[in-house]
Every structure is written in structure tokens, then in C-alpha cells.
């Protein structure tokens, strides 16, 4: 699976971006996507995630009713809404695809593919 992010950028605080992920080279319909972020001198972490067949959905506790992670299926492309954007979102937001056969995908762990990440700057 490759994958291509894009629609990062510079957004002041309290406003909203969205980020969109292209996925090309296998079907999707076996696969979680998920969107993860690394933000200056922290460790990447989990931010949401959507398994491509059902839709069903799931969001690190801490950005749940900010962020909403959806799916194009005609456009194989997965979106990732931000709103009511904060100083601390700053960060390289990346998406991934892991198998739907892992156990640990809503959790954000053992996704296998990876694209190149989008820089996300809310400046205050």
C-alpha cells in the first residue's frame, strides 16, 4: 500500500484544517487507516483511526469530539478533520495502514504501511 498525505499547513488557533491520505497499490477493503502525529521533542502518537470496509471508527481519548477521521471509498482516500485547532496539534501528522487481521489496530499499534508525514503549525 502506498500512501500520500497532504493538506497540512500553517492555521491559527481555533481554526480548522483537513488532511487527506491517498491510498494506491492494494485494495483497501482488508485494512485500517489511521492518522498518527509527532509533534517537536515528543513521540509519535495515535490520534484516530477507520477500518476501511465497516467504517467503524476509533480516536485517541484526548482529541475525541475535535478530530474526525472518514473515508472516500470511490477516491481511496481517507480524511482526517481537525477543528478548533490548538498551539499543542502542532505536529507532522502521518498516515498508516495496518491489516483489519491484527487485533491491535483500533489501538493505533503494528500498522505496517506509512506514508510521508504533513506538517500541521496553529500558530496563536
Known amino acids: 500500500v502506498q500512501l500520500q498525505a497532504c493538506g497540512g499547513g500553517l492555521v491559527q488557533a481555533g481554526g480548522s484544517l483537513r488532511l487527506s491520505c491517498a491510498a494506491s497499490g492494494r485494495t483497501l477493503g482488508s485494512y485500517a487507516m489511521g492518522w498518527f502525529r509527532q509533534g517537536p521533542g515528543k513521540e509519535r502518537e495515535f490520534v484516530a483511526t477507520i477500518a476501511w470496509r465497516t467504517g467503524y471508527t476509533y480516536y485517541a481519548n484526548s482529541l475525541k469530539g475535535r478530530f474526525t477521521i472518514s473515508r472516500d471509498n470511490a477516491k481511496n482516500t481517507v480524511y482526517l478533520q481537525m477543528n478548533s485547532l490548538q498551539r499543542e496539534d502542532t505536529a507532522v501528522y502521518f498516515c498508516?495502514?495496518?491489516?483489519?487481521?491484527?487485533?491491535?489496530?483500533?489501538?493505533?499499534?503494528?500498522?505496517?504501511?506509512w506514508g510521508q508525514g504533513t506538517q500541521v503549525t496553529v500558530s496563536s
Open positions: 498508516a495502514a495496518s491489516p483489519i487481521s491484527s487485533p491491535y489496530w483500533p489501538r493505533g499499534i503494528g500498522y505496517t504501511y
